[in-house]
């Protein structure tokens, strides 16, 4: 049970507490006390790593001073607060953005120069808090970035996880994996909240409607500060760590058993050890599921707690909170705000359901069935068997419903036979009923929330997306083209029944973080160029740099920064993993999650023709080729067979061609490992050329497009995700656009199976694989059978289909990039037109149109 106030302070002078003095020479000192009393250093002689903690620890202060101040105000405004429930937080580093949000960049600045160091040298110090795997949990950290800066009354929850995402390594050319050890030097930024420990119960039985667990953890927060820019707010991350309710087993340990006196330890510890631990055992998804619940749970209770302290009437709680679910993950939250409004409030079912449905918020990210979660209700019982009780009797009302409005839409057409019904745009009856077959079964069993696995006959699953639907005022997809695809696909009943739940919130990116902060030779020349430095905040002021997009004189600087970038890249590029690559060549890049549908294979195809027609041309025609540096990132999932495949390739087209005399610097390949959020920072500002070539339909929005766009970075991608919006943008035919449309994809997939179309180039770079022009031909065979042999697979990506078409698009970029006047223009676009992709328009989106949640700004004291 938390503690409140008990100590008796009322009569002391807190209000005039010293809060910390923000010029130069007082920050230096400050350092200078946190290294000695903090750190326990030796002021006059600290290393980097010293000087780094000490400062860091200074500017956790001044968070904190903004951050109670925010608090307390709120809590005396009592606005309606969003919740954002997420399982990944992907929020890379610091120090940078905190200094910069707060506005202390010259005065930090001045005093780290003091010190004899760059604010730079110092941020390299720092580790990356890497608790996600990609977009779903980078724009996590983007809304809270542009959550803070908006001044909406909003916190994140999720997972401490003690070990982040993997340390990728390459071991001759193949993806290693060592663990992400990112606490060991401690977390400035985090500030430990030992009394605020929720008790979350796992197993046991449910008892006259009481459950009794079996297992009990605590929950602990840890408070992570996150300061707005341009604003006195500093919000919340509530981050929550696990730890046993009997840390020690005295009497064990007396015995001699060591391994038992601190098994509850060990267990509570594995539930916020790492993120997505492996599900391949039983104890592996026992142990997802775990952590799903005991963040969520842990997230309601606190947020109970609080409006409890305000609060009487449960039916206030949708005025004053909203939670919203990232992905299926927290879904659980149906199921658990139920249980509790339940069995601890004392609520009964129908007003629990009401206050739930309007309370929760649900946002799906992808249509990869792999990823839509379903638990076996086996497994569930057993873990939650309360939650699983009160998930049956949402699905039997949920199936009551949809049976009752089939039967009704079928008697409604009485002479439509359940087939002819079902080709109907508007049918509740799935598209695939067979004749004869019962058509409210056949709804039943394809949109339950419990369903049976259709892979494995009697085992009963829990379809967490379809609760997510029905248990929310709201679902969303995260791109236009998306949001559209899942009311039609694996939504489609849920949106004829509840139309008017179902709403599109295209993503978008910090500006701060992915321009400001991360280029900041583009940002005073955009500033210069605008005249001040508004965009920041507002970043629809970038389109002002249109008109001056022809300006040959921008056009010479806007070059030089790019210049400078990619000079910066490729410094690191040899200090990583040693290849020269040289800076007049075009910069093109291609790093995200190493996925299939992503086709970072595709690209590499293309460069593996480039290659084959650079050796294939004479001296003469060689020197028509523009020389391009290819740069490749990203991580393979450990039990992703095809996706390391990938990254081999990566590596071995490079070790062949970057060391191919003839071809020189006309091409170079390379694999940057360990891509997270510090490297993206680094890239993207150097990038010329990026690839976003998903197969239409399948990448839910994609978010890295948006950073490259703002840096001014020429986009080569398909008509997929957030693609569509960003051509919308700037203007189709200044993007380069290849590959089918996503409507297409369906029937092509089909076509398929009798392709024998083969563009020669194909089958010359298949042939150059399976050859071993590349090294282990057989190590290939099976990335090329699953492309290029239909008897095996039926290239379900459409890689085959869309080679011809992407090799013109790269044919109009290398035509495009030796003019660098028009290159330039096209750049000065793409940044000028991504106004629409700042996280604060999304956030805004979402504030007004779901959350229903308004800006509460601190005023300056
Ligand atoms: O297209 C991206 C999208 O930009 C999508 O693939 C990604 O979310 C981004 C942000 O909206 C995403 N990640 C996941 N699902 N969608 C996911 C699913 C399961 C586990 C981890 C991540």
Not at 681 to 696: D, G
């Amino acid at each position: 049970d938390v503690e409140r106030s008990q100590a008796k302070t009322d009569s002391l002078p807190v209000e005039h507490l010293p809060h910390p003095k923000n010029d130069p020479d007082s920050i230096e000192q400050d350092v200078l006390s946190k290294v000695s009393y903090t750190i326990g250093a030796d002021p006059k002689a600290l290393t980097t790593k010293q000087t780094y903690r000490g400062l860091a620890w200074t500017v956790r202060e001044r968070l904190i001073d903004s951050f109670n101040k925010t608090q307390e105000y709120w809590k005396s405004k009592d606005p309606k607060f969003v919740y954002y429930l997420s399982a990944e937080f992907l929020m890379g580093r610091s120090l940078t953005n905190a200094v910069y949000n707060l506005g202390l960049e010259g005065e930090y600045g001045e005093a780290i120069r003091k010190l004899g160091y760059s604010l730079e040298d110092l941020q390299d110090q720092e580790q990356n808090a890497s608790l996600g795997n990609g977009g779903l949990g980078r724009l996590a950290a983007c809304f809270m970035d542009s959550i803070a800066t908006t001044d909406l009354p909003g916190w994140g929850y999720g997972i401490r996880y003690k070990y982040g995402m993997f340390k990728q390594g390459l071991d001759k050319g193949f993806q290693s994996m060592a663990p992400d050890i990112w606490l060991s030097a401690g977390n400035p930024w985090e500030v430990y909240r030992p009394e605020l420990a929720y008790r979350i119960g796992f197993y046991g039985e449910v008892k006259d409607g009481k459950w009794i667990p079996a297992e009990s953890v605590n929950a602990v927060a840890y408070d992570n500060p996150i300061p707005g820019f341009g604003t006195n707010n500093v919000t919340n991350l509530r981050l929550f760590e696990s730890q046993p309710v009997n840390e020690f087993n005295l009497d064990f340990f007396n015995e001699g058993n060591f391994d038992e006196a601190t098994q509850e330890k060990r267990r509570a510890e594995d539930i916020s050890a790492v993120l997505y631990p492996n599900d391949a055992t039983d104890y592996g998804r026992e142990l997802r599921l775990k952590q799903q619940v005991f963040f969520v749970s842990a997230a309601i209770q606190d947020v109970i707690a609080r409006f409890k302290e305000q609060h009487s009437d449960f039916n206030e709680l949708p005025n004053k909170a909203v939670f919203t679910m990232n992905d299926t993950h927290p879904t659980i939250a149906v199921a658990e705000l139920m249980r509790l409004l339940i069995d601890q409030e004392g609520l009964d079912w129908d007003n629990a359901w009401a206050i739930t449905t309007k309370t929760l918020a649900f946002t799906n990210h992808t249509v990869m069935p792999e990823a839509l979660e379903k638990w076996p209700v086996k497994v569930m019982t057993k873990l939650l068997p309360r939650h699983m009780e009160i998930i049956s009797k949402i699905d039997s009302i949920w199936k009551g419903s949809l049976a009752d409005r089939v039967k009704a839409q079928i008697e409604a057409e009485p002479k439509a036979e359940a087939k002819a019904a079902a080709s109907e745009e508007s049918s509740l009856v799935p598209e695939d009923t067979e004749a004869g077959e019962d058509p409210v079964d056949a709804a039943l069993a394809k949109y339950g929330i419990i369903c049976e696995n259709p892979w494995e006959k009697g085992v009963k699953l829990v379809n967490m997306a379809f609760m997510a639907v029905i248990g929310s005022k709201s679902t969303n997809g995260v791109a236009a083209i998306h949001s559209d695809i899942i009311k039609h696909t694996i939504f489609k009943d849920f949106y004829e029944i509840y139309p008017e739940k179902f709403q599109n919130k295209t993503n978008g990116v910090t500006p701060r973080r992915w321009l400001a902060y991360c280029n900041p030779g583009l940002r005073e020349l955009i500033t210069k160029t605008l005249g001040s430095n508004e965009w920041i905040k507002h970043l629809e002021k970038l389109s002002g740099l249109k008109q001056h997009a022809e300006d040959k004189e921008l056009q010479a600087q806007w070059r030089a920064v790019k210049q400078e970038n990619k000079q910066r890249l490729a410094k690191y590029i040899k200090a990583n993993v040693g290849v020269d690559v040289p800076t007049n060549a075009m910069f093109d890049v291609q790093i995200k999650r190493i996925h299939e549908y992503k086709r970072q294979h595709l690209n590499m195809f293309s460069i593996i023709n480039r290659y084959l027609e650079i050796k294939a041309a004479s001296p003469e025609e060689r020197k028509k080729f523009v020389p391009r540096v290819c740069v490749f990132g990203g991580k393979a999932a450990s039990a992703y067979y095809m996706a390391k495949k990938m990254i081999r390739l990566v590596t071995a087209v490079g070790e062949v061609v970057n060391n191919d005399q003839e071809v020189g610097d006309l091409l170079k390949v390379v694999f940057l490992p360990d891509y997270n959020v510090s490297l993206a920072e680094v890239i993207i500002p150097a990038a010329e050329l990026s690839h976003h070539i998903s197969t239409a339909g399948t990448e839910g929005s994609g978010t890295s497009n948006m950073k490259f766009q703002m840096n001014g970075c020429l986009i080569l991608g398909t008509m997929d995700g957030a693609n569509v919006e960003i051509a919308q943008e700037i203007g189709k035919e200044n993007m380069f656009v290849f590959g089918v449309d996503a409507e297409d994809v369906p029937r092509l997939r089909e076509e398929r199976k009798d392709f024998k179309d083969y563009d020669p180039r194909w089958v010359k770079v298949m042939d150059s694989l399976l050859a071993g022009q590349f090294g282990d031909a057989e190590y290939f065979q099976d990335l090329v059978d699953n492309v290029n042999d239909m008897t095996k697979s039926n290239d379900w990506f459409l890689l085959a289909n869309d080679f011809a078409d992407y090799l013109r698009a790269q044919k109009d970029v290398d035509e495009l990039y030796k003019d660098q006047d028009e290159w330039t223009r096209r750049s000065i676009l793409y940044t000028a037109s991504s106004g629409f992709f700042s996280s604060d328009r999304c956030i805004d989106d979402y504030a007004r149109e779901i959350w229903e949640v308004e800006p509460v700004a601190v005023p300056s004291s």
